[in-house]
C-alpha cells in the first residue's frame, strides 16, 4: 500500500507540473493584418506603397529549431505560414486616370511567406522564404478597383492594365534583433532586415526606442514574437523607429531584372532611403493589437515622400 501511496503522489507531481508547463505560454496563434495610406490623417489619395493584407498562421516549435541544435543561447521558436498581397500606384488623377508627371509603375505582389523565428538568450532570428506572383495575376489590382467601387466609392484606377506583367518571385529573408540597453520602462534596441531575390535585394539597419510595460524583445508584440512570450503576459508601450534602407534592386519599381530593358536608369532611382515609425503595441493574454505610422523617403528623385500606417491583431491559443 505504501508503494501504491508513493505512486500516486508521484503521478500527481507529474501531471501538476505537465499541466503547469502547458498552461505557461501557448502553442498557436492567428494573425491578420492590413496597411494603407487611406489610415494616414489628411491623406486623400492613394500612392506608392497603397496596401497591404496578410494573414498568417503560427505554431510553436518543440525541441530546438533546425539551425540551433548546438547553440547554448537558445530559448525557443515557432514556425509561420504567411499569405500577403500587395498593391504599388503612382499618383493618379480625381478621374482615376494616369497622371503624366508621375512615373512610378503600377505592380501587384501576392506571395506566400514561410519562416522561423528563434529567440536567444538576448536577441531573436526571424529566417524565412517568399515565393509568389508580381504582376496581372497577383489579382492586386482587381482587389483594389473593387474596394474602391464597393466599399469606400473612390473612383477606379485606370492605370492598372498598364502593370507590370508576370513574373515568378523568390526571396530569401532574414531579420536580427538584439537589445542594446534598458531599464523596466525604457528600452534601446536594433534590428537588421536583408532581403535577396529577384523582387527585392536590400539591407536595413534600425535602432529602436520603447517606452511603457513589455517583454524581452525576443518575446514581445512589437518585433512579432508574441507566441514565445508567457501565457499571462501583459504589455503597453511606445514604439519607434528610424534607419536606412540600402536597396539594390526592387522589381515592383525597375520590372524583371532579368530584362534588358529596365523602366528607369540608375541616375533617376533613390538606392538610400531613410524611414521610420511610430506607434502603440498592446498585448493581454492571449490577444494582441499593434499600430504604426511609417515614413520613407522617396524610391525616385522625381516623386515624393511615402507614408502608410499597419493595423494587426492577433490571437494566440
Known amino acids: 500500500m505504501k508503494q501504491i501511496a508513493h505512486l500516486i503522489v508521484a503521478l ?17 496563434e492567428i494573425k491578420i493584418g492590413h496597411d494603407n ?18 494573414a498568417a498562421f503560427r505554431w510553436r516549435g518543440k525541441g530546438k529549431a533546425f539551425l540551433f541544435t548546438q547553440t547554448e543561447s537558445y530559448r525557443a521558436h515557432f514556425n509561420e505560414v504567411e499569405l500577403n498581397i500587395e498593391a504599388y500606384t503612382p499618383d493618379y488623377l480625381s478621374d482615376g486616370s494616369i497622371d503624366a508627371n508621375e ?15 528563434i529567440a536567444f538568450e538576448k536577441s531573436f532570428l526571424r529566417l524565412g522564404v517568399d515565393f509568389g506572383v508580381l504582376g496581372p495575376d497577383s489579382k ?6 473593387w474596394f474602391h467601387r464597393e466599399i469606400s466609392g473612390d473612383v477606379e484606377l485606370n492605370g492598372w492594365d498598364q502593370q507590370l506583367e508576370n513574373q515568378f518571385g523568390i526571396n530569401l ?25 529577384n523582387v527585392y535585394t536590400y539591407a ?12 524581452p524583445i525576443q518575446y514581445s508584440i512589437g518585433q512579432d514574437n508574441q ?9 503597453f508601450y511606445f514604439d519607434t523607429g528610424f534607419g536606412a534602407k540600402g536597396s539594390l534592386y526592387n522589381a515592383t519599381l525597375q520590372g524583371n531584372i532579368f530584362d534588358s530593358n529596365h523602366l528607369f536608369d540608375n541616375s ?15 498585448l493581454k493574454n492571449g490577444f494582441s493589437l499593434e499600430f504604426k505610422y511609417h515614413m520613407t523617403t522617396s524610391e525616385l528623385y522625381s516623386t515624393e515622400a511615402g507614408r502608410y500606417a499597419t493595423l494587426e491583431i492577433a490571437h494566440r491559443f
Not at 500527481?12 to 498557436?28: L, W
Not at 495610406?37 to 506603397?49: H, I
Not at 539597419?205 to 517606452?211: E, K
Open 12 to 28: 500527481v507531481i507529474f501531471f501538476n507540473q505537465a499541466t503547469g508547463q502547458e498552461k505557461d505560454s501557448y502553442d498557436y
Open 37 to 54: 495610406d487611406f489610415l494616414v490623417v489628411f491623406t486623400t489619395t492613394d500612392r506608392y506603397y497603397t496596401y497591404g493584407i496578410n
Open 103 to 117: 512615373e512610378r509603375p503600377y505592380a501587384g505582389w501576392s506571395y506566400v511567406n514561410l519562416s522561423q523565428a
Open 140 to 145: 492586386a489590382g482587381k482587389i483594389q478597383n
Open 173 to 197: 529573408n532574414a531579420n536580427y534583433g538584439f537589445s542594446i540597453s534598458n531599464t523596466k520602462i525604457f528600452e534601446l534596441y536594433s534590428t537588421i532586415d536583408i532581403s535577396v531575390g
Open 204 to 215: 536595413r539597419p534600425m535602432a529602436h526606442f520603447r517606452l511603457g510595460k513589455f517583454e
Open 227 to 235: 507566441l514565445l512570450g508567457k501565457r499571462k503576459q501583459f504589455e
Open 268 to 282: 533617376d532611382i533613390n538606392n538610400l532611403m531613410f524611414n521610420g515609425y511610430f506607434g502603440i503595441c498592446f
